[in-house]
């Protein structure tokens, strides 16, 4: 696995690239490439940091469009079109790349997300208290498998002021009446996939992505976080999925 620095307007945006596939991680809110390994040693592609996170430059981001500006030029310098892979806020990008920037996508795996991602307000709220115990709440909701929840509250308390930036845009990302008026549909390949157990995204979030379009699929014995919790159900999906559409 290696490294490549791509400039966007004079930003460098990191990505950890495995086999050439294409195929673009995006990931959540707080995390960063790194989330995606399980992924990226089995099937390859490359993993994008967004701004603000992992070995990114910091970049001014007011939106959840300003995210989908610099994945979807990731794409157009790398392999020109893509699958987008995108994970709870990094799903909120991929619809917004698919919604703005077209043509460079293939399809869409839309993982743990939702056309409308409200965020409990306590959280938001205890975020902005920098509280120790809303980061282990974020933590405890997005594992069903509780091994993980210690290493990821001392994670997200390291990220604890992008966490909350990026929550924030989630709880104003709001698709949802475009998707039930018919503004929006998939054109694209898409398969909408979550842990059978996700707190944070529920399957309803999911499976009304399968009115529009979309394959669904539901992982068992995972929460929120399906490419550590259920890496290997995961992969198996993604790649059924990427045998039809690359
Ligand atoms: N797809 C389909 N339906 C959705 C949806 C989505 N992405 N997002 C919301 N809805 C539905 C809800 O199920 C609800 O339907 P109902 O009236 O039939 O029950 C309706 O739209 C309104 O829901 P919502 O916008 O979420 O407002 P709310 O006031 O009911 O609830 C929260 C607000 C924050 C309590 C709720 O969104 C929640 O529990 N969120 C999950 C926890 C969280 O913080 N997740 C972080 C996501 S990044």
């Given amino acids: 696995m290696e490294r490549a620095r791509i400039f966007i307007d004079s930003k460098a945006i990191s990505v950890l690239k ?6 673009f991680y995006v990931h959540g809110s707080g995390c960063d490439a790194s989330i995606w ?4 040693e089995d099937i390859g592609g490359f993993a994008v940091d967004l701004p603000n996170h992992g070995e990114s430059d910091k970049a ?7 995210y989908a500006f610099f994945v979807a030029k990731v794409i157009e310098r790398t392999a020109g079109k893509g699958v987008i ?7 909120a990008v991929a619809q917004m790349v698919y919604l703005k920037y077209k043509e460079v996508v293939k399809a869409l795996a839309l993982i743990g997300t939702g056309a409308r991602l409200r965020v409990l307000p306590q959280i938001l709220e205890g975020l902005a208290k920098k509280s120790i115990e809303t980061l282990r709440l974020v933590s405890e ?26 929550l924030s845009l989630c709880d104003k990302f709001d698709l949802l ?3 039930k008026s018919g503004k929006i549909k998939f054109d694209v390949p898409t398969i909408a996939i979550v842990g059978e157990n996700d707190l944070l995204t529920p399957v309803k979030y999911s499976k009304f992505f399968a009115n529009f379009g979309a394959e669904l699929a539901v992982v068992e014995n995972s929460g929120h976080m399906v490419m550590l919790e259920n890496p ?10 990427l045998k039809k559409v690359l």
């Fill in 37 to 40: 390994k399980n992924q990226l």
């Fill in 85 to 91: 892979v995108g994970h709870s806020l990094g799903g």
């Fill in 177 to 179: 009446e475009d998707f």
């Fill in 232 to 241: 290997k159900k995961l992969n198996e999906t993604l790649k059924g999925f």
């Fill in 18 to 23: 495995a086999k050439d596939a294409p195929i």
């Fill in 141 to 166: 909701m997005a594992f069903h498998r509780k091994e993980f929840v210690e290493a990821f509250t001392e994670f997200f308390s390291k990220n604890s002021e992008i966490l909350l930036k990026d």
């Fill in 60 to 66: 001014e981001i007011n939106s959840v469009e300003d």
